[in-house]
């Protein structure tokens, strides 16, 4: 019984992918590395109070939005709250980096488009 | 000591039934249960500030069925253990993270289950009753 | 002339994945007395779940387990759907029972694996786990990550799954049962691991209810309890007969699961045949409050969750408790008297899953 599995094995390909070689893509809807669109950001501090692991800092008077994507668990659940569509998960996971950093912006050093 | 609003205990909403006991009855009411060959699932701990609520639940074919002890805050909490020996994990529990004083455990761990003696005692303890209260924050 | 020894078994140990210590005294070769330690991975779930939103909660339990994940998340929205009075919509209840039974199937694949490997079957858990690669990419597909696949919410379901995904689910599932056939063929009938099972680490039926077993463990002792009778989800439609051996030893735990596999393929197949199309989700409204006790059933076991809510945004007392949490008092009884060759596979029949246990 497991030696005919072990034949098939033995002349199959292997279930596993060359990674860097082949890379596979995740499907649609998958729930990848979260990026926010600076310029339709309204403050509304909407993400930050959804966000579980408390990764989203929003300062509504000074219009700045901090997110740590250490902290970020990949959810979904600032882009669920998020009315503009600011918030998008990407379907790439998050890369490794070299250094710590955050993603910061600042909605009143902008020439003032869209309140 | 700021004592929280709760819901009583009348105000749960579960089709599964609580009978309320005495402490000194718990150990012959778990008696009752393993006669009746009831399973030992859990037990719940609530610190409702001064006293605490005790839930031991009892699983009875698909239904459950609960019992309720409350305690206040120092008093002593009989093991159930020597008739359900499957108690002890939860009862160190309980005596470890709320600081309940369960005494007579069939395995005592002597507040080493979870934590280490670096640990802050009781950390699920609404109140914490072991420290100084207004020295020591959470 | 025996002599006595006490030996640390694990939190360091190859068959273990998680740290959990036994101290065994053996006499000779032969196990006298186990006593479990634990607290290497404790990390105050039930108290962060007070500090946070009963919304974000649903996060939070998830990550209690990965490799039931969706079940923790389940058995938290149906509490506190229980106390704000939802009802859930029928399709996200349907959907509910497939991605939990598919939980099942992959944490009982999960454990063919680990079991076959306790043993020393290498090649069989490569199979088993092979198998499993095919369930972690539904989820990839239907619920958007692999593990933690975040599709529960208070109210339903946070998306739905199209007529397209479910169709290649069926597809997959026809290859997973084809692949399941064999090798589950091999784990039940093979000599050698029938000689490392039959008879090790029994646990009858009376012990087992009064340690509180929970799950396959229990079942396999002969009691028939599971929770999916209760009719949480969609089961008071999709009827479960709890799968029973009598022996109560290693083996009939893991004959246990592998029906377990075989009914969770059925039930998976009828939720998807008997889909309603109705809404996934209503909106919460109001805040929780009362209490309330929740039960489901995980792959290792009955699950239970005690909510205690007060009106306010936070919960008032979280309690969970999972099957390991249950199954680990049973060791006390199996371990002695087995040989000490043998603890590995007897620990690991229960399923132990301690990042679970601790919380």
């Not at chain 3, 593990?147 to 026809?174: F, N, P, W």
């Not at chain 3, 002792?221 to 009719?231: I, K, N, W």
Request: charged share 25%; net charge negative.
């Amino acid at each position: 019984m497991m030696l005919s599995s072990v034949i098939r094995n033995l002349f199959s390909k292997p279930a596993t992918r060359p990674f860097p070689v082949a890379v596979r893509t995740a499907p649609d809807g998958y729930r990848g590395a979260v990026e926010f669109e600076e310029d339709v950001c309204i403050y509304c501090g909407a993400c930050a109070t959804r966000c579980p692991a408390n990764a989203i800092c929003v300062d509504r008077v000074a219009k700045s939005l901090d997110f740590d994507p250490f902290k970020c668990v990949q959810c979904g659940a600032c882009a669920e709250a998020c009315k503009k569509g600011c918030v998008q998960l990407q379907i790439d996971y998050q890369h490794p980096v070299a250094a710590h950093s955050t993603v910061t912006f600042n909605g009143a050093l902008k020439p003032p488009e869209a309140p | 000591m700021t004592e929280v609003t709760r819901p009583p205990a009348a105000a749960m909403c579960d089709v599964e039934p609580t009978r309320p006991v005495a402490v000194s009855d718990l150990c012959a009411a778990a008696e009752a249960m393993a006669t009746r060959n009831l399973r030992f699932v859990t037990a719940t701990c609530l610190d409702m500030g001064a006293t605490f609520d005790i839930y031991y639940h009892f699983a009875d074919g698909v239904k459950l069925d609960n019992l309720l002890v409350t305690i206040p805050r120092d008093a002593e909490l009989p093991s159930i253990t020597a008739s359900y020996l499957g108690a002890f994990l939860v009862e160190n529990e309980m005596k470890e993270l709320f600081g309940i004083n369960v005494v007579d455990i069939g395995i005592d761990y002597n507040g080493r289950l979870f934590m280490t003696e670096l640990d802050q005692a009781h950390p699920m303890a609404k109140v914490q009753s072991c420290a100084a209260p207004t020295v020591e924050g959470e | 002339m025996a002599q006595r020894t006490v030996i640390p078994f694990g939190p360091q140990h190859p068959v273990l994945p998680e740290p959990i210590q036994l101290k065994l005294t053996l006499k000779d070769e032969i196990v006298e007395e186990a006593l479990p330690h634990i607290g290497y991975v404790h990390r105050g779930v039930e108290k962060a779940a007070e500090r946070m939103d009963y919304t974000q909660n649903v996060f939070l339990v998830e990550r209690i387990c990965g490799i039931c994940s969706f079940i923790h998340a389940l058995c938290y929205c149906q509490g506190l759907e229980r106390l704000m009075g939802l009802e859930v919509p029928r399709r996200a209840a349907y959907l509910r029972v497939i991605w939990s039974e598919l939980h099942r199937l992959q944490s009982h694949h999960l454990w063919l694996g680990l079991y076959a490997d306790a043993f020393g079957f290498e090649s069989l858990f490569m199979e088993f786990w092979r198998s499993r690669e095919m369930l972690m990419d539904i989820f990839e597909k239907t619920a958007g990550s692999r593990v933690i696949i975040s599709a529960c919410c208070i109210g339903g379901v946070r998306r739905d799954i199209s007529d397209q995904h479910l169709q290649e689910t069926l597809e997959t599932l026809k290859m997973l049962e084809a692949a399941f056939d064999k090798s589950s063929e091999v784990m039940l009938n093979d000599y050698t691991v029938k000689k490392r099972t039959v008879g090790k680490g029994i646990l009858p039926a009376d012990k087992a209810i009064l340690l509180g077993a929970a799950g396959p463990v229990l079942r396999a002792s002969g009691v028939e309890q599971d929770a999916r009778q209760t009719g949480f989800a969609a089961y008071d439609e999709l009827r479960v007969e709890p799968v029973v051996e009598t022996a109560g030893d290693c083996y009939a735990r893991a004959k246990v699961r592998i029906r377990e596999c075989r009914q969770s393929l059925d039930l998976v197949r009828r939720a998807i045949a008997g889909l309603p199309d109705t809404d996934i989700a209503v909106r919460p409204k109001g805040r929780p409050n009362g209490r309330t006790i929740s039960r489901v059933e995980q792959p290792r076991g009955e699950l239970l969750y005690f909510l205690a809510a007060n009106g306010t945004q936070k919960l008032d007392r979280l309690r969970v408790r999972t099957p390991t949490f249950a199954n680990v008092a049973p060791l006390v009884h199996m371990l002695p008297g087995c040989e000490v060759a043998d603890v590995p596979v007897i620990v690991l029949s229960i399923d132990p899953c301690i990042s679970c246990t601790e919380r």
